[in-house]
Structures are given as C-alpha cells and as structure tokens.
C-alpha cells in the first residue's frame, strides 16, 4: 500500500530486533540491491532521509546500490513508537526525480504511524488465537478489496492524467489527487480502526470458557450443579452473546463505512470526467442528508484530532444538483477546518455545521474555531496554488469553488482576523 500511494517501484520494510535490521517484506527489489548504508545511518540516527535527485551529490553517493543509477529518488522512515526504534520503511523510485512530494510525504507519515502501531501489535500478540480466525479472515477480505479498488483508482488516474494533459488541462488531475487524497485518509484509519475492533475482540473470552469446560465434558452436569462457578454460567454466557452482538454490529458499521469511501473515491473520478467534459450529473438530492454524509466521511479524521462538532440543521431543503460535487466541496470545507484548528487544545478545537434555505437559495456554513485568515490573503483565497500550509498544494478552495459556480452557487468564506476562526458559506440554487 505504501508503495503504491508514494508513487514508488522499490519498496522494502525492515524490522528492528536484537542489534540488527531483519527484511520483513519486499516490493520491487532484491534485499542484496538495498541501500545499507542508508538503511544503517537511518538506524543509527532515528531521522528520515530523502534523496530527491540520486543523480545530484548526497552523502550516500558511494552506497553500490546507488551508484548503479537505477534509482532516481529515494525515501527511507524510521518506524518509532514511544522513543523506541520499531523498524523502516524504505521506498524508491526508478522513473523520476523528486518524486516524494511534501503531500506524499504526508501521507506516508501517516501510514508510518499506522505501521509502527501494527508492528507493536504485532510483536505482543506472537499468537493469534484460532476463535479469532473467522473474524481476520473477514477484515483481511475488506482490507485486499480495498487495495484492490485503490489499485483500480490508481489506474483510473493515470488515464485521467492522460487525457488531461492531451486536452492541455492537467489541472483536472491535479484535483482528483487532491480530492481523493481528502476520503482515502479516512478510508485508511477506518481500516485501522476496523484491525483495532479485532485485536480487541471478545472472541477470545469464548475460547477461554471452552478451556474451562473442557475437563467436564463427560460431567458437565456435575460441574453445572458442584463447581462454585458452575450457577454462574448461564449469566456470564448471556452477557458473552451479548457482547459479541455488539461487536458484530460495530464490525458491521465499519465495514459499512468503508464501503461509503470507496464508492465515494469512485464518484469523484465520475465528477472529474464530467469536469472534463463540461458536464453535469444532476440528481434530486437531500442536502441534510449530504452535510451528514460528509461528516460520517471525516468523521474518524475529526475524532483523532480531538474536533467536538455541533450540528445546526435547521432546515431539509431538497434540490436537483450534482450531489457529489457538493459532497466533494464540503469534504474540503471540513478538512480544511480540522486543518485550521490542528495547532489549538484539544478542548478548543470546535467546529460546527449549519444548514438553512431562505427563498430559492440553500446556505451550508462550516465554522471552526481555528487560526482565522489575515487581511493580506482574502483576495487570494481561491485564487490557483495559494496555501497557508506548509504541506498543501492549493487546490481545495479553488476546485471547490469552481464546483459551486457550475452549479450556479457560490463559495464564500470570511474571519474576523487571525485567531479568531472562519466560516466557509456554500450557496446552492433550491430551483
């Protein structure tokens, strides 16, 4: 996965353990064709190292695997969790240079964290219990179909990008990586959270209870009647059922989400031909029920960041639009709010939703309690490549408000200055 999301042909993942590197997994690549003068020194040092351009002078310039020219850039991060080395993620590139994009970067810290939590995991649990089986099984069967739809994605992409280029507008492309960028973070920590969901599960607790009985079984009547916990049997299995009830509803409801990204990663692609093509998709639509929909789509972001979200829904206006560019503007509206508010406590991160239609017209505002915008960049706020953030590409703002404009809206966002917040108003045509 992460060799697909950095854009690279040579992937390899290292695991730390008694003085030594151990190759866990390999992409692309021989372990004797692996930088290990890179991969000591990142090691060593705990710091990351990024070789935009190989055929440039750096410091590893002497490694035989280097000097080979067949890689054109290279990444390598250290997996830490509490202070402590877990292993590397080591990713290369043999097409172009400076392939490893801030934004990619990004996203592979992310997925870093994500791995270096799963190797802990991993590293206690040496043993998976067999009545846990049937629910891996089914979490494995999620995670390859999401792979294998991120696969498709990928090569969707990269026919858009043809094409795009073919009819001088590269830009489209641009903003499906942007936009797709937005869902497949929450996709990936739905997963997680999914793995997590089965780590934990009570599964386990049926194992240990056959464990108990199993000394009885020619006399479960004796143990039922003269073993102290024998009466206590009944309840504590009542209560088990009950539990796993619950955790397969959980299981289900997350399955269900991930499901809602991907078909909504999908949609994107739609929106961003029709883009091209200048079209619409027009479709009677719920505009509550969108507001909801991309709230349950940020929703496992929000809530990692700490983000209380406060619902105003004062109206359920209906009208006829292309549903998912709407969706698609409001998933960048909230990003970017989260993204406003990532630098305050967790206590003062507020965001809140409203929604209410006067006349012909809906108006949706997403309002955060963030850093707030300067005098010097409103007139530049949608304006192509303009960011405040040190990692954004500029795309959000201006994509989403081009979005509203075919639909014959507007986008429009206002502060009261630095440190006092913003809100993003939508205007959508109810005729």
């Known amino acids: 996965m992460a060799t697909g999301n950095a854009g690279a042909q040579h992937g390899a993942l290292l695991l730390a353990g008694g003085g030594k590197l151990t190759v866990a997994a390999l992409s692309g690549v021989g372990e004797e064709d ?51 080395l877990q292993g590397l993620l080591y990713l290369g590139n043999t097409l172009c240079a400076h392939t490893f994009t ?17 190797l802990e995991n991993a590293r206690r649990h040496a043993k998976v219990q067999r009545a846990e089986a049937a629910l891996r099984g089914a979490n494995d069967a999620l995670t390859q179909r999401l792979e294998e739809q991120g696969w498709q994605l990928k090569q969707a992409q990269s026919r858009l990008v043809d094409a795009a280029r073919e009819a001088g507008t590269a830009k489209v492309a641009a903003s499906v990586f942007h936009n797709l960028g ?44 003269r073993d102290p916990r024998g009466p206590q049997l009944a ?54 029920e969108l507001v909801e929909d991309a709230l349950s789509i940020q929703l496992p972001a929000l809530q990692r960041h700490g983000v209380t979200i406060t619902r105003e829904l004062r109206a359920q206006p209906r009208a006829r639009l292309d549903k998912h560019r709407v969706l698609q ?6 990003t970017n709010a989260r ?53 954004g590409q500029g795309l959000g703002l201006y994509s989403s408000s081009l979005a509203a404009r075919s639909m014959g809206g507007r986008l429009t966002l206002a502060s009261e200055g630095p440190g006092k917040g913003a809100t993003a108003t939508l205007e959508l045509p109810l005729a």
């Open 339 to 391: 993204n406003a508010m990532s630098e305050l406590p967790e206590a003062h991160r507020l965001l809140r939703v409203r929604l209410d239609a006067e006349g012909s017209t809906a108006r949706i505002q997403v309002v955060d309690s963030g850093k707030g915008i300067a005098e010097e960049h409103r007139e530049r706020l949608f304006s192509q490549g303009f960011t405040t953030r040190e990692d």
């Open 329 to 334: 503007i409001l998933i960048n509206l909230i």
């Open 34 to 84: 692996l930088p290990w003068s890179l991969l000591s020194y990142v090691e060593r040092t705990g710091e990351h190292v990024l070789i935009d351009d190989t055929a440039l002078p750096h410091p590893f310039s002497s490694d035989a695997s280097l000097e080979r020219g067949r890689l054109r850039s290279v990444l390598c991060l250290p997996l830490v969790r509490q202070q402590k």
């Open 102 to 118: 801030p934004a990619r970067l990004s996203l592979l810290g992310q997925l870093a964290a994500q791995a270096t939590t799963s």
């Open 235 to 288: 309840n504590y299995l009542s209560g088990l059922a009950e539990e796993l009830l619950n955790e397969h509803a959980s299981m289900k409801e997350s399955a269900g989400k991930l499901k809602q990204h991907l078909d909504h990663m999908r949609a994107i692609l739609q929106v961003q031909q029709a883009y091209a093509r200048n079209t619409l998709l027009p479709e009677e639509c719920d505009l509550a």
């Open 182 to 225: 937005n869902v497949l973070t929450s996709a990936v920590l739905n997963a997680h959270m999914l793995r997590e969901k089965v780590d934990t599960s009570r599964m386990v607790r049926l194992k240990q209870l056959l464990g108990l009985l199993e000394p009885y079984q020619g006399d479960l009547v004796g143990f039922l009647t």
